[in-house]
């Protein structure tokens, strides 16, 4: 959507925080396959305490595949980007690049060394994918690969190892 009184704003769209896909009822049954043998496992080894934190984690896997993400507004500004009411200035950005995830988009900003942290922004069509490319091209580098942390790296893993639904 394009702004029309505010000088200032390039571009703004609402889309939904995260990339997200209708799980079915198999994904469940897989997450608890696994929590079940690693409790197994756990419990044969003698170590109770543990399984505690395995069915946290299970219940979290379970939460954030079936709790469809709130609609978040994204804005591209002259001065930086706003994702909801956080903002984020141009000088703390350093690069950005493309993921596609379950049919969506997502342009993922990488700030300045000391942090380090990512701005995920969630695009849902191509037209508009283009035209923030274009945007975030004028004040930042655009990398065609993107650069995966630890955490990303086995998220991918694991992800891949799901079932499809």
């Known amino acids: 959507m394009l702004p029309q009184d505010n000088p200032q704003l390039l571009y703004e769209w609402s889309a939904p925080a995260r990339a ?15 929590a079940l043998l690693l409790a197994i496992i756990v419990f044969l080894w003698g170590d109770k305490f543990l ?41 703390d950005l350093t690069h950005f690049s493309i993921v596609k995830q379950f049919e969506m988009s997502q342009i993922v900003i990488t700030a300045h060394i000391p942090f ?19 945007l975030l091209s004028e004040h930042l580098i ?20 799901m079932p499809q639904a």
Not at 142 to 161: D, P
């Open 20 to 34: 997200y896909k209708k799980n079915t009822g198999g994904i469940l049954r897989f997450y608890i396959a696994v």
């Open 116 to 134: 380090e942290f990512h701005v995920h922004l969630t695009v849902i069509d191509e037209t508009s994918l283009s035209k923030l490319m274009s």
């Open 51 to 91: 399984l505690l934190p395995i069915f946290s984690v299970l219940f979290i896997f379970y939460v954030l595949t079936t709790t469809p993400p709130r609609d978040v507004h994204y804005k591209i500004t002259k001065f930086g980007v706003f994702v909801g009411d956080s903002f984020y200035k141009w000088e």
């Open 142 to 161: 655009y990398q065609e690969k993107a650069e995966l942390s630890i955490s990303e790296k086995l998220l991918e893993f694991f992800s891949k190892l």
